[in-house]
């Protein structure tokens, strides 16, 4: 299962070509295809207004979740990881239901939407609390204590959602909505809130991809190499942390890509993480944009939620992934 | 010991195999019920008079309602001095506050509902518990989520027949038949129908015709955007860009309790100004409550649909 070769092999400098190309290609085919009409024929204020933030939003999105898996599956040397792994998707959306729970007639009259704060902040504490109860029981040295933490975290905070949510049965809709994702509402404000954390996100785990090669043959042997282990591991889990919470804090919950996307990389161009982040990065976007276009005209003027279709694709994938076996973390 | 076990053994199983028998022979006639009813313990047995029989029979003075729909029309046709409880939910009219309980109608605790000593329960039929009020014994009645004006006015009588408020019942509805008429009477007729959206959230869920909120609006010839939807839920969640590039005449928000939307949030999102329910002001705010509930009051809904057709006319008209 070890890696034959953790170099980029020049076969692999074409990769990161490639998928600009795809990429571009998805943002001309999400821009272009929509219920209200082609590129010719749709109102340029709906394209305007309404599907490019959306595209923007979902590449935006698609990017950070599939960075974020990669770099956590890097971290705790763990394939099946994503970036909902400590709590942040349980945090946020209970921080949603909270919101939506308040009532948004009260909230409405905000200087700033509560939502996305509420859900960010709800996010980052859950993570927070993860990590104590993890370092409390001596989180062990490859990251599984901080797992397990993360799954009692993340029960806890669903449980506590599941209560509010059955004191307020009357915002049922708007959380089930947004817990199967939503760029259904995106706009260009929506955009320009998350990209400076997406952005301070991206360069903080793509400068340590390097380190994350080094993780790989064990924390022992990176430690005698030289690496840092536990502040790697600690700038890592942030880094993909903010970036992670600030994308679910507008979109909700979209399953599968922080999975999908990072393996489907490993599959074409090896595991080595100086190619994986970048490529992952560029390719989730594509994903995301291409996925929400079955989401916007499969049931046309009716919307498929963004989550049940990349989950649709993600779980036949999934398995194909298991079947190959050629995954490394 | 062994042979007195297996006597017992024996004993035992010649008993249920008579009494299974017995079963099996009563089970097509009825005088096998009565003998059941008698040896039966104590909770079928003191609530024996009540079921069924409780539309002809003594009125029902003990009345928990869990459905706020319900719980608007006893209370209009005069049954509200016999109603004990009412569901959380339950917040209209102003009387039905006083009885408002920690009761929920979707999570219902049957235990808890018997509690009230109820000798009526009325629900929506949405979850298992006419299943155990029965096996309590407690008489129930399901007014489940009409489909039509007919269906609301059904309900109310057999309330009315239920509660003995028979006469008030028939008063209402003739009323309701008679202000809707004259609601509808009162529209001009549009050359061109307009063509409207109902909101149910801001994530642009809304109704197909195919419901009791499209009933409504089918009452002025109203056209329906998310029609063209060819799913099969009534409640289809639609896409932005359609609602805009269809351009509806009218936008009805059910969602301005729950989610604070108003005429103005829907003139701020982007892209909506240039539809023309937003250029020409024809927005209009439906209590949450009232669309969403089949009672009484839905005379105030279509009367509030014949006042934005009205608006509507007025602009094509100057």
């Known amino acids: ?329 | 010991m062994k042979i007195r076990f297996t006597a017992l053994a024996t004993a035992a199983a010649l008993v249920w195999s008579l009494a299974a028998c017995g079963d099996d022979d009563g089970a097509s006639t009825a005088t096998t019920a009565a003998p059941a009813a008698t040896t039966a313990p104590a909770p079928t047995d003191t609530a024996a008079p009540a079921p069924d029989t409780s539309a002809a029979g003594p009125v029902p003075e003990r009345i928990v309602s869990l459905s706020p729909t319900a719980t608007e029309m006893l209370f209009a046709i005069g049954a509200g001095d016999q109603v004990v409880a009412v569901d959380e939910m339950s917040n209209y009219p102003d009387e039905a506050l006083a009885k408002a309980t920690a009761l929920s109608g979707y999570t219902p605790n049957v235990e808890a509902i018997a509690a009230y000593e109820p000798d009526l329960v009325v629900h929506d039929g949405s979850t298992d518990l006419g299943a155990q009020l029965d096996s309590l014994g407690i008489a129930n009645w399901v007014g489940a989520a009409a489909m039509t004006f007919d269906d609301i006015y059904a309900q109310i009588e057999q309330l009315g027949v239920a509660t003995g408020h028979v006469d008030e019942a028939t008063a209402l509805v003739a009323n309701m038949r008679a202000a809707i008429e004259q609601a509808v009477a009162s529209v001009p007729q549009l050359d061109k129908p307009p063509r409207y959206y109902h909101e149910l959230d801001p994530t642009y869920f809304s109704v197909t015709s195919n419901t009791f909120i499209g009933e409504v609006y089918g009452l002025f010839g109203l056209r329906n955007i998310a029609d063209t939807t060819e799913g099969t839920t009534d409640y289809p969640q639609l896409s932005e860009e359609f609602i805009i590039s269809q351009s509806p005449d009218l936008i009805f928000l059910a969602d301005s309790k729950c989610c604070g939307e108003s005429r103005d949030s829907v003139a701020q999102r982007p892209g909506w100004a240039a539809t023309s329910a937003v250029s020409t002001g024809s927005v209009f705010i439906i209590d949450d409550d009232i669309a969403s509930r089949w009672g009484p009051r839905v005379v105030d809904y279509v009367q509030l649909v014949a006042d934005a057709m009205a608006y509507v006319a007025d602009l094509s008209a100057g």
């Open chain 1, 1 to 329: 299962m070890a890696e034959q070769h953790a170099l980029p092999t020049t076969r692999g400098r074409w990769w990161l070509p490639v998928s600009l190309v795809v990429l571009l290609g998805a943002l001309a085919l999400g821009v272009m295809v929509g219920p209200a009409g082609s590129w010719g024929t749709a109102d340029w204020n709906i394209i305007w207004n309404v599907r490019m933030p959306r595209v923007a939003l979902a590449g935006i999105v698609g990017s950070m979740l599939s960075l974020a898996g990669a770099s956590y599956q890097g971290v705790f040397r763990n394939p099946l990881v994503d970036p909902y792994l400590l709590g942040v998707a349980a945090g946020a959306g209970l921080g949603a239901t909270i919101v939506f729970a308040l009532g948004r007639s009260t909230t409405a009259g905000w200087p700033v939407d509560p939502l996305p704060v509420v859900a960010f902040v709800g996010g980052l504490l859950a993570v927070l609390l993860t990590y104590l109860v993890g370092a409390s029981f001596g989180a062990g040295r490859s990251g599984v204590t901080l797992v397990l933490a993360g799954v009692a975290v993340t029960s806890l905070a669903t449980a506590v959602q599941a209560f509010v949510l059955q004191r307020n049965n009357d915002v049922i809709r708007e959380v089930y909505s947004w817990i199967l994702g939503r760029l259904t509402t995106a706009t260009w404000s929506d955009v320009r809130l998350v990209l400076p954390y997406v952005v301070v996100s991206s360069i903080v785990l793509l400068l340590h991809r390097r380190h994350l090669d080094v993780l790989r043959v064990g924390d022992d042997e990176a430690a005698a190499l030289g690496t840092q282990v536990q502040r790697v591991r600690l700038a890592v889990v942030i880094a993909a942390t903010m970036g992670t919470a600030a994308v679910v804090s507008v979109s909700g919950l979209i399953g599968f890509v922080g999975i999908v996307v990072p393996h489907a990389v490993r599959l074409l161009a090896g595991s080595s993480y100086r190619r994986l982040l970048p490529l992952s990065l560029v390719i989730g976007a594509a994903f995301l944009i291409l996925a929400d276009i079955p989401g916007r005209v499969l049931q046309n003027p009716a919307e498929t939620p963004i989550g049940v279709v990349t989950a649709f694709l993600g779980a036949p994938f999934f398995i194909l992934v298991l079947r190959t076996r050629k995954v490394a973390a």
